[in-house]
């Protein structure tokens, strides 16, 4: 063989031979995945859920790989924050809708591509939305839909003689209820007639049943419900406990009491009802729209949620992609069916899929009662609307002078940031 033909034979296989390589190497860059790193706070029906969902996406999206990241309550909010501010962290995450604009102002999230904000106020309940609109953008979509509910014990009432049939009514009902459904023993109570589990939430629904207006100034950087209609809340829900004595901080501070049927009510939210499958599937209640000050006002509820938002280190296409799955349709029953929320999209409200039972169909006719909550913040505020009540409770100020202690606390964490 020549000289020439052995030259042109080394190059044809080396031709060969980088072909082959480059080929491999498209096979391999095809066959990557992107992955996209996902964060929510634990809760163990919500957990099945989303990895029920992103089993499916995963499935539909092959170039896409979800890692879930469930992480403790007690833990979530400072290590999103630090982990975002670094830069490190998730590329979609969980946040509640008090730290909307939080959000929205620190540079570290991105608005969604090609969504307009009339397009979602179009497909949403609008009250889950108005928070997520900034600069003619959208910046997250919600999910974790809640109200304010009333959970009653049917056998319980029935033993107290009371209609099952028939919730309280009003405030004044409310209490006349709970002081039958009430027993002690010895001086020790076996059974309470409420739990408010002296949550924030209940008490913001008590401001707006009694007529608060305007919670917070256009900026969100002053309290405005120094008002008589907040004092008249804030007194309601204390007397619960030092006056009425249907509701105590030590009997209810047991974990689950209405679920062991150990108080006979129960003001909550309704992914309760997931709780309540887990812990006592048996058991005997109902669901009732939150009673108003008076028989025959217009119900009040406060409409709560969190929502999805992208950081700026995501891939920004998969991760909005896994974004708008879980905002979808599909998405809002299974969460309904599985973790008991409530839904967003206004063509699932009459759904026959998420009106499955009464309690069901009780707490999606809630969200057309639903104002929703006013806070700028989220734990800290959940901290100071709760100190606010247990100052009273544990009898150390009045239900004024808390008012007064928990306006100026606000005003403070608001005039710092």
């Known amino acids: 063989m020549s000289k020439k033909c052995r030259t042109r034979m080394v190059q044809i296989r080396l ?3 980088l072909t082959i390589v480059l080929v491999l190497s498209i096979g391999v860059v095809t066959n990557a995945k992107t992955t ?19 089993a499916e996406f995963m499935k539909e999206n092959p170039d896409i790989e979800i890692q879930i990241e469930g992480i403790p309550w007690a833990a979530y909010f400072d290590k999103l924050f630090t982990s975002i501010a670094a830069g490190s962290g998730p590329d979609v995450f969980q946040a509640p809708t008090g730290l909307a604009e939080q959000f929205i102002r620190s540079g570290n ?28 953008k959208i910046w997250g979509l919600p999910t974790d839909i809640q109200s304010i509910v009333l959970f009653y014990n049917t056998r319980l009432f029935k033993e107290a003689g009371l209609d099952p049939d028939r919730p309280p ?16 023993e010895g001086g020790r109570f076996s059974q309470t007639g409420l739990d408010t589990d002296y949550y924030s939430i209940v008490l913001e629904t008590f401001m707006f049943q009694a007529g608060v207006g305007k919670m917070y100034d256009d900026d969100l950087t002053q309290a405005l419900f120094n008002t008589p209609e907040a004092l008249r809340a804030l007194t309601f829900m204390t007397d619960l406990t ?39 599937p048996a058991l005997e209640y109902k669901v009732a729209l939150a009673p108003p000050v008076n028989a025959g006002d217009t119900p009040v509820t406060t409409g709560t949620h969190w929502q999805y938002f992208i950081t700026k280190k995501a891939p ?8 708008e799955y879980l905002a979808s349709e599909h998405a809002q029953l299974t969460f309904c069916q599985v973790a008991g929320d409530l839904v967003s999209r206004k063509a699932l409200l009459t759904n026959p899929k998420v009106r499955t039972n009464p309690n069901q169909a009780v707490a999606l006719d809630s969200l057309e009662y639903a ?24 009898g150390q100020n009045t239900p004024e002078e808390s008012l007064d202690i928990l306006i100026r606390e606000i005003n403070g964490v608001l005039a710092n940031r």
């Open 169 to 184: 009514a009003s405030w004044e009902e409310l209490v006349h209820y709970g002081q039958k459904l009430t027993k002690q």
């Open 242 to 280: 030092t006056r009425y004595g249907i509701e105590d901080a030590e009997f209810n501070s047991q974990d689950n009491t209405f679920a062991l049927e150990l108080t006979a009510m129960s003001l909550a939210h309704p992914v309760s009802m997931g709780t309540l499958r887990l812990f006592n």
């Open 36 to 54: 996209v790193v996902y964060w929510q706070h634990f809760a163990d029906a919500r957990i099945e859920a989303v990895q029920q969902l992103a």
């Open 15 to 17: 031709a060969l031979f």
């Open 109 to 136: 999230i991105v608005p969604l591509r090609g969504i307009s904000p009339s397009q979602v106020e179009e497909e949403f309940l609008p009250w889950t939305v108005e928070r997520l609109i900034s600069e003619g």
């Open 371 to 394: 104002r929703p909550i006013s806070w700028p913040g989220w734990a800290e505020f959940v901290r100071l609307y709760t100190e606010a009540i247990e100052r009273v409770v544990f």
């Open 316 to 323: 920004q296409l998969e991760a909005q992609k896994w974004v």
